[in-house]
């Protein structure tokens, strides 16, 4: 079975804040594929990264970096300087060997950016 | 290029009232798949299917029906709402030759409300 633990639920910092969101996963398969979403007011769902578990190399985009570490099981993302356009609910998300390939979803975690 | 179309994108119903869902995509895509997001729940997957004529049960089933009878097509019907189905409706599609390394599109949702 796979589980995605989000376990900050809300975050609220102030803009040009630095902001790490938490993501800690469970499977039992040896490849898996770790996501990250964006769900911005308007409600659509934004693809943001998908990582393999065999690159445990971290990447930056822009704003944007991201921390796999499978020794700890987890994945966090960080928004360096944030803005109040990355106000959103931002979801983790696992696809193992199961169900298709569907994602297994984290409950989110809502990032509110203040002016 | 119009992805992932869902329809409708929103409706209300009363209890016991049936209707279908429909997702449709124009990616050629095999994979399919409808999830519920619920309030700090995240995103649960519902069905899936992995070609034209299948289709499988995911977490949350009960309450459900679904169709493939076209590769590009996949209706989620709910024979007698409850409120208990009150929620946003999310379709993806992804393409089968690269399993899980590749990002799910998202249909932009569906709320319905069940009163």
């Known amino acids: 079975a796979q589980k995605v633990t989000q376990a900050q639920t809300e975050i609220s910092v102030v803009e040009k804040e630095d902001v790490t969101l938490d993501c800690v996963y469970e499977?039992?398969?040896?490849?898996?594929?770790l996501f990250w979403y964006k769900q911005p007011p308007s409600g659509e769902l934004v693809f943001l990264i998908r990582?393999?578990?065999?690159?445990?190399q971290n990447e930056i985009s822009g704003r944007y970096s991201w921390n796999f570490q499978k020794s700890t099981s987890s994945f966090n993302f960080t928004i360096t300087a944030s803005q109040v356009v990355d106000s959103a609910v931002y979801f983790c998300a696992l696809i193992g060997s199961d169900s298709g390939y569907a994602l297994n979803f984290g409950k989110g975690t809502s990032l509110l950016v203040t002016p | 290029n119009a992805g992932v179309t869902q329809t409708p994108k929103f409706r209300v119903l009363k209890t016991g009232q049936s209707m279908t869902l429909l997702c449709a995509q124009d990616?050629?895509?095999?994979?399919m798949y409808w999830y519920r997001q619920d309030p700090g729940m995240g995103l649960r997957l519902i069905h899936y299917?992995?070609?034209?004529?299948?289709?499988a049960k995911g977490e949350v089933p009960d309450g459900y029906n679904v169709s493939r009878l076209k590769k590009q097509n996949f209706l989620l019907g709910l024979e007698s709402a409850a409120p208990s189905q009150t929620s946003v409706y999310f379709c993806?599609?992804?393409?089968?030759?690269?399993?899980?390394?590749?990002?799910?599109?998202f249909g932009d949702g569906t709320r319905l409300s069940i009163l």
């Open positions: 990616m050629n895509h095999e994979y």
């Open positions: 499977t039992r398969d040896t490849t898996y594929y």
């Open positions: 990582r393999n578990s065999f690159d445990e």
């Open positions: 993806a599609s992804s393409y089968s030759d690269r399993g899980g390394d590749q990002p799910q599109h």
């Open positions: 299917s992995v070609g034209e004529g299948t289709t």
